[in-house]
């Protein structure tokens, strides 16, 4: 988890405020998460508890990704299936999926868009 979140840090830039959110998994609760959120101001960010619904665009997502993606392939091992989500993140979801709700636009057309204007 802390890898993933060191990644998407990455990719923002040192400029940007940084809010994780997330739901009352024990791994939240870690020191060694708090510590990193505190030494690299991110702000951690929890679902209430017992609230499902605070969740419920990720649930969402997850459950678009297990259909349109997930289901309908193999893999052998760990290295293909982070392969596999990689390529349903980074080349299928941000750059070419496009939704309803950002006006038929990718992700990334829209993120452009608003860069521009």
Partial sequence: MLDALKSAMAKVGPDV???????????????????????????PSMSRRGNCYDNSYVESWFGGFKK???YRRKYRNESELKAIVFDYIEVWYNRKRKHSALGY?????????????
């Fill in 105 to 117: 636009l990718s992700p990334m057309q829209f993120e452009i868009n608003c860069a521009v204007q």
């Fill in 68 to 70: 349109e993606w997930l």
């Fill in 17 to 43: 405020q940084v809010i994780f959110h997330s739901d009352r998994g024990s791994q939240y609760a870690s020191e060694a998460y708090r510590s990193f959120c505190s030494s690299n101001s991110v702000l």
